[in-house]
């Protein structure tokens, strides 16, 4: 256990599965306590049942970050049932792939409402209680947050604005010892997009790749902020 994690509290947005998931699991089993939420109950009891396997210290709460009162009651549990918030980790996402002409007004909103104003709605409900612990404010935006791509336009703009948000409140909420990272990676195994993860997925980015990085990030020196990562898999399929 490392002395600098110990007693610690995180939440994970969008924890049921994939990189949240797996950024929980790695937590826990490093002695930290988490917090994480999800849209739909049933999801949440049995990302909760599965994550007891590698710690007791964990909490399941039912939140969709598009709505502020959401967040700011998952935070409030949280911290009643942990005693307090040191770690937010800004996760909770979703993409929609079609030709701008094609793009319906919905579909733009539900990204733009779910991955960038979620974001800004996480830290807005916990960002009183990461002033209290010096805590450390994480994003998982995408490669996607600098390289443009064919269908991209919503999810595009969603992830860029990730990026430029979290370095912007870095500025803002260093001078109260609160760290920000914004973490941008590239492919990963998992069921975004309505992908089944399977051996076809071997070379990417696996859940507890993005756990580990999350956790180093954690333990680094206070002296030091890596404030924008890019996170990608060293060999790409051909």
Same mark, same amino acid.
């Given at each position: 256990?490392?002395?600098?994690?110990?007693?610690?509290?995180?939440?994970?947005?969008?924890?049921?599965?994939?990189?949240?998931?797996?950024?929980?699991?790695?937590?826990?089993?490093?002695?930290?306590?988490?917090?994480? @939420?999800?849209?739909?109950?049933?999801?949440?009891?049995?990302?909760?049942?599965?994550?007891?396997?590698?710690?007791?210290?964990?909490?399941?709460?039912?939140?969709?970050?598009?709505?502020?009162?959401?967040?700011?009651?998952?935070?409030?549990?949280?911290?009643?049932?942990?005693?307090?918030?040191?770690?937010?980790?800004?996760?909770?996402?979703?993409?929609?792939?079609?030709?701008?002409?094609?793009? @319906?007004?919905?579909?733009?909103?539900?990204?733009?409402?779910?991955?960038?104003?979620?974001?800004?709605?996480?830290?807005?409900?916990?960002?009183?209680?990461?002033?209290?612990?010096?805590?450390?404010?994480?994003?998982?935006?995408?490669?996607?947050?600098?390289?443009?791509?064919?269908?991209?336009?919503?999810?595009?703009?969603?992830?860029?604005?990730?990026?430029?948000?979290?370095?912007?409140?870095?500025?803002?909420?260093?001078?109260?010892?609160?760290? @920000?990272?914004?973490?941008?990676?590239?492919?990963?195994?998992?069921?975004?997009?309505?992908?089944?993860?399977?051996?076809?997925?071997?070379?990417?980015?696996?859940?507890?790749?993005?756990?580990?990085?999350?956790?180093?990030?954690?333990?680094?020196?206070?002296?030091?902020?890596?404030?924008?990562?890019?996170?990608?898999?060293?060999?790409?399929?051909?």
């Amino acid at each position: 256990m490392n002395s600098m994690l110990e007693n610690k509290v995180a939440y994970i947005t969008g924890g049921t599965k994939g990189i949240g998931f797996g950024i929980a699991k790695i937590l826990l089993e490093n002695g930290i306590s988490v917090a994480f @939420s999800g849209r739909k109950k049933e999801d949440v009891e049995k990302a909760e049942q599965e994550l007891k396997q590698y710690s007791q210290n964990v909490l399941g709460v039912i939140s969709d970050v598009k709505l502020l009162a959401n967040e700011e009651e998952a935070v409030k549990q949280a911290v009643e049932k942990f005693g307090r918030l040191d770690f937010v980790i800004a996760n909770a996402g979703l993409g929609i792939f079609k030709p701008v002409d094609e793009l @319906s007004a919905e579909e733009w909103n539900d990204m733009i409402e779910t991955n960038l104003t979620g974001v800004f709605y996480t830290l807005k409900a916990s960002v009183d209680e990461l002033k209290k612990s010096e805590g450390y404010y994480i994003t998982i935006s995408s490669l996607a947050g600098t390289n443009f791509f064919e269908n991209g336009t919503g999810y595009n703009a969603s992830k860029f604005g990730v990026v430029g948000f979290t370095q912007a409140a870095m500025v803002d909420l260093r001078k109260y010892n609160i760290k @920000s990272t914004v973490i941008m990676p590239g492919s990963v195994a998992t069921n975004f997009n309505g992908n089944i993860p399977s051996e076809k997925d071997e070379w990417k980015i696996q859940p507890d790749d993005m756990g580990n990085l999350v956790l180093d990030i954690l333990k680094m020196n206070p002296r030091v902020l890596p404030s924008k990562i890019e996170f990608r898999a060293t060999k790409p399929a051909k």
